[in-house]
């Protein structure tokens, strides 16, 4: 690994953690989802159950703390004390892209969580031009090195045009996507990288035989932003034009789950237990939090991230009885009324 890989993996966890990166003037849009009030539920709260099955693992809640880091010490540091919290609480746990362990073996124990959680669902990450490039033996020893139960393969042009050094061929993508489906012998996810999911790139995806994804939607952490942030000169002005580029969390929700992917987990922007109960009443499987969990772990420890935690869970089991909903699949099923500009989007984009 690079002294620049390195850097950037700093730099990324410093400026998420406390830069000022998140989009500017577009939001998740999952405020444009009301939930219908049920004033004779017919519940305890004791009797809502957040269980859910994703990636065939069971989750205690429908939670997925989302990939983040990786490569550098303090990336470890925080991809332990994550992922043992996942573990305790029945979470899923994203790894950040594991590109440096595939440069250089030394930083692989940065990714080594499976002894900390070793009955969480796990997902690797690797980046789709790099997955392009390596072998499907290659591809699973990234997977088999930290235990993964699946791959995402996230996929990030717009992040990369910005980023100094970045890719700029993003062919052949659906030939590694079928590939990866075929051969590796794990569950493959799809996952953006905060500019979203549109349904003619779900179709796409399907097309290729992918049948998980992450939508991870504009609306919460800008990655452009993060990467502007880094830039210079012409890089950095072509960061600020398209800081809030992307399709919104809701929106990738409410079009890509109708089209019969197994697993659509709501990533981008996701904040609260109110925003995790909208993407699931959007067809969600779970959600992921990345950024807010980062925040709430860098100001207050582990007890400052579990706090956080319970608040969103607490909040969910709340918005769950109030709907009448015994369980998750009762909330996907629950009536809602979509407004505003995510009605547009469905609307327009939906039927094509």
Not at 77 to 88: G, I, Q, R, S
Not at 127 to 150: I, K, N, P
Not at 242 to 257: E, F, I, R, Y
């Amino acid at each position: 690994m690079s002294t620049d890989i390195s850097q950037r993996k700093r730099d990324h966890l410093d400026l998420c953690a406390t830069g000022d990166v998140g989009f500017r003037d577009r939001t998740t849009l999952l405020e444009c989802v009301r939930l219908v009030h049920d004033g004779l539920p017919e519940l305890s709260l004791d009797e809502v159950d957040l269980s859910v099955t994703v990636l065939g693992k069971r989750l205690r809640a429908p939670i997925i703390i989302a990939a983040m880091t990786g490569g550098t010490a303090e990336a470890a540091d925080v991809n332990h004390a994550l992922a043992t919290l996942a573990e305790k609480r029945g979470y899923g746990f994203g790894l950040g892209s594991q590109r440096a362990m595939h440069r250089r073996a030394e930083v692989s124990w940065t990714y080594a969580v499976r002894e900390r959680a070793p009955t969480t669902l796990l997902l690797g990450n690797v980046g789709l031009v790099q997955a392009r490039e390596m072998s499907t033996e290659q591809l699973q020893g990234l997977v088999r090195e930290v235990g993964a139960d699946a791959l995402c393969v996230h996929l990030n042009p717009a992040m990369e045009l910005v980023q100094p050094g970045g890719d700029r061929d993003f062919r052949d993508g659906m030939a590694l996507l079928r590939r990866a489906t075929a051969e590796l012998g794990v569950p493959v996810v799809a996952k953006e990288t905060g500019n979203g999911i549109s349904p003619g790139t779900a179709r796409k995806l399907l097309a290729a035989g992918v049948r998980h994804l992450d939508v991870s939607g504009a609306g919460g952490t800008s990655w452009v932003g993060v990467e502007t942030l880094r830039a210079e000169g012409s890089a950095r002005r072509l960061g600020e034009a398209l800081w809030d580029w992307g399709v919104p969390t809701g929106a990738s929700v409410a079009l890509c789950a109708p089209l019969g992917f197994e697993t659509v987990i709501a990533t981008g922007g996701v904040q609260t237990g109110t925003d995790v109960a909208r993407a699931i009443a959007l067809g969600a499987t779970a959600a992921g939090i990345a950024r807010p969990t980062l925040k709430a772990l860098r100001a207050g420890g582990v007890e400052g991230a579990e706090q956080f935690l319970d608040e969103v869970e607490n909040e969910l089991r709340a918005v769950m009885l109030l709907t009448g909903s015994r369980d998750v699949a009762a909330l996907r099923a629950a009536p809602r009324v979509v407004v505003g500009e995510l009605e547009r989007w469905v609307t327009q984009l939906g039927a094509r």
